[in-house]
């Protein structure tokens, strides 16, 4: 069973949300706080340039379950989320918008299933995506057929996004995994371990907009397919050996039609299309092949997924100070040594 002091951290990744942070946390303390004292708030600040930190900090000072760890530029929101899964020490983490799109109330369900139930992760099914509009439903449903299919054994679960909760035990998996190229969803998948759906209604945006557009979702679904299945890489061999086949059998057809009606010169078109339907598939098989050496150069390179530079509420006293570095970021804990330090490794290495 669950240990009786639990704490449970909502992890949420922010970049220029000065519109929504306040209505967040606001919705959050009626809705969930209210009910259950073992709630956290670590929000991670992803380089924001409106002032969505001032804000928060501002809350912070009236509200002290709310930590705030910064990172040094927009990293994007899977490196934000494995800069908290790397640095909270709660019992289980949520990972949350704070657009309010996944409804904070939902997550007194989620403890519930987790603590009495035992689950090690409840995630939320999005049940009526009315709110979405019929190219993103229809993409993104198209997008996980098509992942299952080619993932071999892990698979993610259809309308499911982030919004979920984790145990630890999960999370302590997930920090030894050490990738460069975090495609979340997939990666909560892959430790195992039960798991339990809840349905919900996703709403519209409280206020501002997305920060997705379709090429950022295409290269977002490109990562995953990437990182989770070699498939795009070994088809080729099919491919080729099938347009090999093909070419023998036109081959010898050929040789007969000379042998019994002589070469009158024709066939221009013929040799003009098998040239550049050839060319395109080779094209296409080194693009493939560009996709995964470009994505092993990153892991080879091994840069840190992300850099905090500071983190702030209780969360940072449970962190050490100066700098820590993990399997995938670094981080330090803001306070005037650590920087120091910071600088002068860098000047050593310089
Ligand atoms: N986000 C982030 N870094 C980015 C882009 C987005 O941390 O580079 C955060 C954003 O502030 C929000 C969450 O990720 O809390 C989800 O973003 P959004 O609502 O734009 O995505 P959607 O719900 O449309 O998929
Ligand atoms: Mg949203």
């Given at each position: 069973?669950?240990?009786?002091?639990?704490?449970?951290?909502?992890?949420?990744p922010?970049y220029?949300?000065?519109?929504?942070?306040?209505?967040?946390?606001?919705?959050?303390?009626?809705?969930?706080?209210?009910?259950?004292?073992?709630?956290?708030?670590?929000?991670?600040?992803d380089?924001?340039?409106?002032?969505?930190?001032?804000?928060?900090?501002?809350?912070?000072?009236?509200?002290?379950?709310?930590?705030?760890?910064?990172?040094?530029?927009n990293f994007g929101k899977e490196a934000a989320m494995s800069?908290?899964?790397?640095?909270?020490?709660?019992?289980?983490?949520?990972p949350?918008d704070?657009?309010?799109q996944?409804?904070?109330?939902?997550?007194?369900?989620?403890?519930?299933?987790?603590?009495?139930?035992?689950?090690?992760?409840?995630?939320?099914?999005r049940?009526?995506?009315?709110?979405d509009t019929?190219t993103k439903r229809v993409s993104s449903e198209g997008f996980y057929y098509v992942f299952n299919?080619m993932s071999?054994?892990v698979?993610i679960?259809s309308n499911v996004g982030d919004f979920?909760?984790?145990?630890?035990?999960?999370?302590?998996?997930?920090?030894?995994?050490?990738e460069r190229n975090r495609f979340m969803k997939a990666l909560y998948a892959?430790?195992?371990?039960?798991?339990?759906?809840?349905?919900?209604?996703?709403?519209?945006?409280?206020?501002?907009?997305t920060k997705w557009n379709y090429w950022k979702l295409w290269n977002f679904a490109l990562d995953g397919i990437f990182a989770f299945s070699?498939?795009p890489?070994?088809?080729?061999?099919?491919?080729?050996?099938?347009?090999?086949?093909?070419?023998?059998?036109?081959?010898?057809?050929?040789?007969?039609?000379?042998?019994?009606?002589?070469?009158?010169?024709?066939?221009?078109?013929?040799?003009?299309?098998?040239?550049?339907?050839?060319?395109?598939?080779?094209?296409?098989?080194?693009?493939?092949?560009?996709e995964y050496?470009g994505r092993?150069?990153q892991?080879?390179?091994?840069?840190?997924v992300?850099?905090?530079?500071?983190?702030?509420?209780?969360?940072?006293?449970?962190?050490?100070?100066?700098?820590?570095?993990?399997?995938?970021?670094?981080?330090?804990?803001?306070?005037?040594?650590?920087?120091?330090?910071?600088?002068?490794?860098?000047?050593?290495?310089?």
């Amino acid at each position: 069973m669950r240990n009786p002091d639990y704490k449970v951290a909502l992890i949420v990744p922010v970049y220029n949300e000065h519109e929504t942070v306040e209505t967040f946390v606001k919705t959050v303390n009626e809705k969930l706080a209210a009910e259950i004292e073992h709630i956290e708030i670590v929000f991670i600040d992803d380089g924001s340039s409106d002032n969505t930190v001032e804000l928060i900090e501002k809350l912070q000072k009236n509200d002290k379950k709310i930590s705030l760890i910064r990172l040094s530029r927009n990293f994007g929101k899977e490196a934000a989320m494995s800069a908290a899964l790397d640095l909270v020490q709660s019992d289980a983490i949520v990972p949350i918008d704070v657009d309010l799109q996944d409804p904070p109330e939902l997550v007194l369900e989620f403890i519930r299933i987790w603590r009495d139930e035992g689950i090690d992760t409840v995630y939320g099914v999005r049940e009526d995506r009315s709110s979405d509009t019929n190219t993103k439903r229809v993409s993104s449903e198209g997008f996980y057929y098509v992942f299952n299919k080619m993932s071999g054994k892990v698979k993610i679960p259809s309308n499911v996004g982030d919004f979920r909760l984790i145990d630890r035990k999960i999370i302590d998996i997930l920090k030894t995994l050490k990738e460069r190229n975090r495609f979340m969803k997939a990666l909560y998948a892959w430790p195992g371990f039960s798991s339990k759906g809840v349905g919900y209604t996703r709403p519209e945006r409280v206020a501002g907009e997305t920060k997705w557009n379709y090429w950022k979702l295409w290269n977002f679904a490109l990562d995953g397919i990437f990182a989770f299945s070699s498939l795009p890489l070994k088809v080729w061999s099919y491919i080729g050996g099938f347009i090999g086949l093909l070419s023998l059998i036109y081959m010898t057809w050929n040789i007969f039609k000379t042998m019994i009606f002589g070469n009158p010169t024709a066939g221009y078109t013929t040799l003009i299309c098998v040239i550049l339907f050839l060319g395109a598939v080779q094209l296409i098989s080194i693009g493939i092949l560009g996709e995964y050496v470009g994505r092993l150069s990153q892991e080879v390179k091994g840069r840190p997924v992300y850099v905090a530079q500071s983190i702030t509420g209780p969360l940072a006293k449970k962190i050490p100070q100066g700098i820590s570095s993990t399997e995938v970021g670094i981080a330090y804990n803001s306070n005037e040594n650590s920087v120091k330090k910071l600088t002068s490794k860098e000047e050593v290495k310089a």
